[in-house]
């Protein structure tokens, strides 16, 4: 009985992390032939979970490549496109048309216009570039401290970003009527300190086995500042936002906190 009673307690949170896994991955996890739609808000505490699931299949790519005897530039450039398939590009795609749409569009019309088209220009192709750089290169820095800890701040990282993918959701109201941001729908005020509470948690616990509590805690802050610069940039550009404004959001997070966990890297 104790047993049963057990997997009914774990049920809901298992249904909630499946649903956060469906929502940021390409995972097959949870109930994908569900007519009914996510509840965003349901589920929001568990999207820096997903996000660790993710940077747990990257740490895999790290090891698998490292069992190869690859240089450490090269795991870190094939554990990202690990951490791109695994996400289909979600967020990838969502910078490279904010950077577009923002940098392209003289008006709040035009710069959604140019989100939603699937080509990607100049200013897209350039803000992609610069952060698959920033991102290899940030972890093939870790990779001097070895495998575990730069393992531990990839799922680090990626737990913390995918606070910041929901923040936007949180803080603004749709810019368009339809589109993926509208069909998630205003996340609570509550359910976005849950799901920073989970994240801060996940990093806290990482800064303890190895990352550093003060790096740990700085990431968390750095994460949390990128995300409401991204607010404050949609709000001014679009007055809200959209599904590619959480995929920057997340972006713009992930590397920020990079920052913060290798503040002195290069110091003697």
Known sequence: MSGVEGQRRFAPAARDIGDALRFFTRVPVGDPGASAPLDINRFAWAAPVAGAAVGLI????????????????MRAGLATAALVAATGALHEDGLADVADGFGGGATRAMKLDIMRDSRVGAYGAIALTLALILRVGALTAALDGGFWRASLSLIAVAALSRAGALTPL????????????????????????????????????????????????????????????????????IGGQTGDVAGAAQQVAEIAAWCALLIGHSAP
């Open 58 to 73: 990257g740490a895999l790519a790290l090891a698998l490549t490292g069992l190869l005897g690859l240089p450490p530039l």
């Open 170 to 237: 949180a803080l603004l109201g749709s810019a368009r009527a339809d589109g993926a941001g509208a069909a998630a729908g205003r996340l609570d005020r509550d359910a976005l300190a849950a799901t920073w509470g989970s994240a801060l948690a996940i990093a806290l616990v990482l800064g303890l086995v190895s990352l550093g509590l003060a790096h740990a805690l700085v990431a968390a802050l750095a994460s949390a500042a990128a995300a409401l610069a991204m607010v404050a940039l949609a709000r001014r550009a």
